[in-house]
Every structure is written in C-alpha cells, then in structure tokens.
C-alpha cells in the first residue's frame, strides 16, 4: 500500500526550547492536521498552561494534536502542572503508543 503524503501521519519531536531554539515554531509550521506534536526535554515548557509564549506559537498549539513527556515535565518540577487545554501527558508506553500510530517521525531541534 503506498500512500500520499498527505495520507500520512507525522509525530513531530520537539526537544529545545521555545524560547532559546525555532525547533517548536517550525514543527507547528509544517504539522498537518492529523500529525502529532510531541514536547520533549526543556520543550515540554510550552505546554504549560500558563507559558507566555508569543502569539502565533501560542495559537499554532490549539490547532494540533499536543503530547508532553511525563517524565521530561517531572524532571523540571513540572508534574501535576497545569496543561494547556487539548494537550496530554504521556508516559515511556504511551509515546512508543503514539510513535506506532504515525506513519512519519520527525524531530525538531
């Protein structure tokens, strides 16, 4: 079976930083509906609820689909931190989960 790539389902790993690296800004450019942003590392910052990010990423996160490493948020203190609405922590079997569902890796750093 071969597919389109617009038949495909990308998991964009987002590992920097919003706010020291473009790797975030880039990954919700180019995520199609259907894809999945995964925040890893100091990315899953962004998914706080109350991040003061800039405007456009900021309304870019509500349109995709958004998992953060539960692991990487309790490693900064974050666990139990509110998230931003739409977006869910997942653990080491959620994301191999979520990696067996796409059809497409991509990692943004």
Known sequence: MSFSPSDRRVLHWVPGSPWARDGLARALAEAAPGDVVLLLQDAVVAAL???RLPAALDAALGTRELAVCAADLAARGLAGA????????????GMVVLAAAC????TWA
């Open 82 to 93: 509110p998230l931003r609405a739409g977006a869910r922590a997942i653990d080491d079997a």
């Open 49 to 51: 609820a109350d991040a």
């Open 103 to 106: 059809d497409v890796s991509c």
